[in-house]
């Protein structure tokens, strides 16, 4: 008698999502473990109404359950084939082309059929070669990768003169009279050079470990100082409290604020140089991998990538502790002359204080401002939804908005009607698959005409993020700035003090990114704007 091949998870409680124990079937016909259906209804006694937990069939009274002796053994018998070594696929592995039902995990791939086969098959399948050789690598999941789009054949050439894989047929087209060489004479050659850049990653991760160290070290020491002034102003102040109570803790927020401001620049550094090492430890490791793989395709497709030094930062630096003597002189000054206390001496210690950006979304949100956009500057290509603030793109359906001297003519933007003063915050959400600019500017940037000096970034009186799905970029004065930002998200944060002229974008998710920030000086009110491309849209968030 022929045997069924039958497939485990025909055979899985859809409660627990394991084999079925003590199956027992409902009138409805689907299955269950005792215990699982038993649990359910035990919740609907006070109903009185049982039901199956997937078609939802109601019983009443509670139906009497019996195991079900059939599904029962057939699910012994499901248990012992899984002890046998049956290997299905799972997450990570190749699966076998030829299974059916579940796959199971394939163990090589044949590079003349282009398919991978699991144990069996491949017995099969060298059965049915009857001598003809096929060529058998270890099993990859890049078989689609190693067969040329245009004609369907294996990769086996290297053209030095484009730097790519091809395959024979592209010899006698478009590579004709090219550099070319085989795969594996290609792999010889840049061979040579793996070694060398290990070595050079290598020197380079041990470079940026002492880099850390140094920070860490510095950081550290700059802690420690900052502790010893905190512990020392607060014990002078501490013989004048009585006068002076109020002063004590502003004090000591001016000193950590110095803290803050030069410490965490050195964390933020310290992050991109751990992600940095990572990076060369996940390529010195991926290196390391291709070069015992037998499979020269593979190889010259990765070394490609992988040999590529990442970006990092060109300066690190640890030099710069700043003094406190200012600060604990002033407070000596406090404890000498009480009768100035609030005056000259609580001068001089604010002086020391520099402005410093908030370091949480929570400290950002006390600077949150309420945008209104200005209707008078809308482009005609832009719409307004969701009580105006959505900002779309409508492209090939221009709106019937009432000519004013302050529209946008060709620049598809618009301004907000409030100015920043002081600290302000707000956010954005962006959506589509066009650019959208994210800008502050002042009013007056020139509305009219055609040209480049419309458009915010493209003159000296505004700055704007550019963003798309791939990418960041800044433009200020026409001068563009690439941002290596890998991190993307579609809600953004600006945020700008206005008198210490910083600008800063964010990445907003479950944290708070650093995409790009700008220390300037802002000479008139600033305005913020968007520009939103085709297909594009731009959300003011109410926080």
């Given at each position: 008698m022929a045997s069924i091949s039958v497939d485990q998870d025909h055979f899985m409680c859809s409660v627990c999502l394991d084999l079925l124990k003590d199956p027992v079937t409902l009138h409805c016909g689907h299955t269950y473990c005792m215990r699982c259906i038993t649990d359910c209804w035990d919740q609907d006694d006070q109903t009185g109404i049982y039901s199956c937990p997937q078609c939802r069939q109601t019983f009443s009274p509670r139906p009497v359950l019996g195991k079900n002796v059939v599904v029962a053994e057939m699910v012994e018998?499901?248990?012992?084939?899984?002890?046998?070594?049956?290997?299905?696929?799972?997450?990570?592995?190749?699966?076998?082309?030829?299974?059916?039902?579940?796959?199971?995990?394939?163990?090589?791939?044949?590079?003349?059929?282009?398919?991978?086969?699991?144990?069996?098959?491949?017995?099969?399948?060298?059965e049915f070669l009857s001598g003809n050789s096929h060529k058998i690598v270890t099993v990859t999941r890049k078989l689609k990768e190693m067969i040329c789009p245009q004609h369907q054949k294996l990769l086996e050439v290297f053209c030095r003169t484009d730097q790519q894989c091809v395959c024979l047929m592209c010899l006698m087209d478009e590579h004709k009279n090219?550099?070319?060489?085989?795969?594996?004479?290609?792999?010889?050659?840049?061979e040579k050079h793996l070694k060398e850049t290990q070595r050079k990653?290598?020197?380079?991760?041990?470079?940026?470990?002492?880099?850390?160290?140094?920070?860490?070290?510095?950081?550290?020491?700059?802690?420690?100082?900052?502790?010893?002034?905190?512990?020392?102003?607060?014990?002078?102040?501490?013989?004048?409290?009585?006068?002076?109570?109020?002063?004590?803790?502003?004090?000591?927020?001016?000193?950590?604020?110095q803290e803050t401001a030069a410490v965490s620049p050195a964390?933020?550094?310290?992050?991109?140089?751990?992600?940095?090492?990572?990076?060369?430890?996940?390529?010195?490791?991926?290196?390391?991998?291709?070069?015992?793989?037998?499979?020269?395709?593979?190889?010259?497709?990765?070394?490609?990538?992988?040999?590529?030094?990442?970006?990092?930062?060109?300066?690190?630096?640890?030099?710069?502790?700043?003094?406190?003597?200012?600060?604990?002189?002033?407070?000596?000054?406090?404890?000498?002359?009480?009768?100035?206390?609030?005056?000259?001496?609580?001068?001089?210690?604010?002086?020391?204080?520099?402005?410093?950006?908030?370091?949480?979304?929570?400290?950002?949100?006390?600077?949150?401002?309420?945008?209104?956009?200005d209707l008078n500057t809308l482009n005609k290509n832009l719409c307004l939804s969701e009580g105006n603030r959505?900002?779309?793109?409508?492209?090939?359906?221009?709106?019937?908005y009432p000519n004013h001297p302050d529209r946008f003519d060709d620049a598809c933007q618009v301004l907000c009607k409030e100015s920043v003063c002081g600290r302000c915050y707000w956010e954005i959400e962006r959506t589509g698959v066009n650019n959208v600019f994210i800008s502050v500017s002042y009013k007056s940037i020139r509305r009219k005409g055609p040209g480049d000096e419309c458009w915010f970034g493209y003159n000296d009186q505004s700055w704007s993020l550019i963003c798309?799905?791939?990418?960041?970029?800044?433009?200020?004065?026409?001068?563009?700035?690439?941002?290596?930002?890998?991190?993307?998200?579609?809600?953004?944060?600006?945020?700008?003090?206005?008198?210490?002229?910083?600008?800063?974008?964010?990445?907003?998710?479950?944290?708070?990114?650093?995409?790009?920030?700008?220390?300037?000086?802002?000479?008139?009110p600033l305005y913020p704007g968007f520009t939103v491309c085709h297909n594009s849209s731009v959300k003011l968030c109410d926080l």
């Amino acid at each position: 008698m022929a045997s069924i091949s039958v497939d485990q998870d025909h055979f899985m409680c859809s409660v627990c999502l394991d084999l079925l124990k003590d199956p027992v079937t409902l009138h409805c016909g689907h299955t269950y473990c005792m215990r699982c259906i038993t649990d359910c209804w035990d919740q609907d006694d006070q109903t009185g109404i049982y039901s199956c937990p997937q078609c939802r069939q109601t019983f009443s009274p509670r139906p009497v359950l019996g195991k079900n002796v059939v599904v029962a053994e057939m699910v012994e018998k499901l248990k012992k084939t899984r002890l046998s070594g049956v290997c299905y696929a799972g997450a990570g592995d190749v699966e076998c082309d030829v299974c059916t039902g579940r796959k199971h995990k394939a163990i090589k791939s044949c590079l003349t059929c282009l398919k991978s086969y699991c144990q069996t098959h491949l017995e099969r399948h060298e059965e049915f070669l009857s001598g003809n050789s096929h060529k058998i690598v270890t099993v990859t999941r890049k078989l689609k990768e190693m067969i040329c789009p245009q004609h369907q054949k294996l990769l086996e050439v290297f053209c030095r003169t484009d730097q790519q894989c091809v395959c024979l047929m592209c010899l006698m087209d478009e590579h004709k009279n090219h550099d070319t060489v085989s795969a594996a004479a290609q792999r010889t050659h840049e061979e040579k050079h793996l070694k060398e850049t290990q070595r050079k990653f290598q020197e380079k991760i041990h470079q940026r470990e002492k880099d850390v160290q140094e920070l860490r070290d510095a950081v550290e020491c700059h802690k420690r100082c900052a502790q010893t002034t905190v512990e020392d102003c607060e014990m002078m102040l501490t013989e004048v409290m009585s006068l002076i109570e109020r002063r004590r803790s502003e004090v000591t927020q001016l000193i950590r604020d110095q803290e803050t401001a030069a410490v965490s620049p050195a964390e933020g550094l310290l992050e991109r140089l751990k992600q940095e090492i990572d990076d060369l430890r996940r390529r010195d490791a991926e290196l390391d991998k291709i070069s015992h793989t037998d499979d020269h395709i593979t190889f010259l497709q990765s070394f490609q990538s992988l040999s590529a030094p990442p970006e990092s930062p060109d300066d690190i630096s640890v030099t710069f502790l700043i003094s406190f003597d200012a600060v604990r002189e002033s407070v000596r000054q406090l404890r000498d002359k009480l009768q100035d206390f609030c005056t000259q001496p609580m001068r001089k210690i604010s002086v020391t204080h520099t402005n410093t950006v908030p370091r949480i979304r929570d400290d950002f949100l006390q600077y949150s401002h309420q945008l209104t956009l200005d209707l008078n500057t809308l482009n005609k290509n832009l719409c307004l939804s969701e009580g105006n603030r959505t900002i779309t793109n409508t492209f090939l359906q221009k709106c019937q908005y009432p000519n004013h001297p302050d529209r946008f003519d060709d620049a598809c933007q618009v301004l907000c009607k409030e100015s920043v003063c002081g600290r302000c915050y707000w956010e954005i959400e962006r959506t589509g698959v066009n650019n959208v600019f994210i800008s502050v500017s002042y009013k007056s940037i020139r509305r009219k005409g055609p040209g480049d000096e419309c458009w915010f970034g493209y003159n000296d009186q505004s700055w704007s993020l550019i963003c798309s799905d791939s990418s960041y970029s800044f433009r200020h004065n026409k001068i563009k700035t690439k941002l290596p930002v890998k991190l993307r998200s579609d809600r953004l944060g600006v945020y700008v003090d206005e008198r210490a002229g910083i600008l800063s974008f964010y990445s907003i998710s479950d944290t708070m990114t650093l995409i790009h920030s700008i220390s300037t000086t802002f000479t008139q009110p600033l305005y913020p704007g968007f520009t939103v491309c085709h297909n594009s849209s731009v959300k003011l968030c109410d926080l």
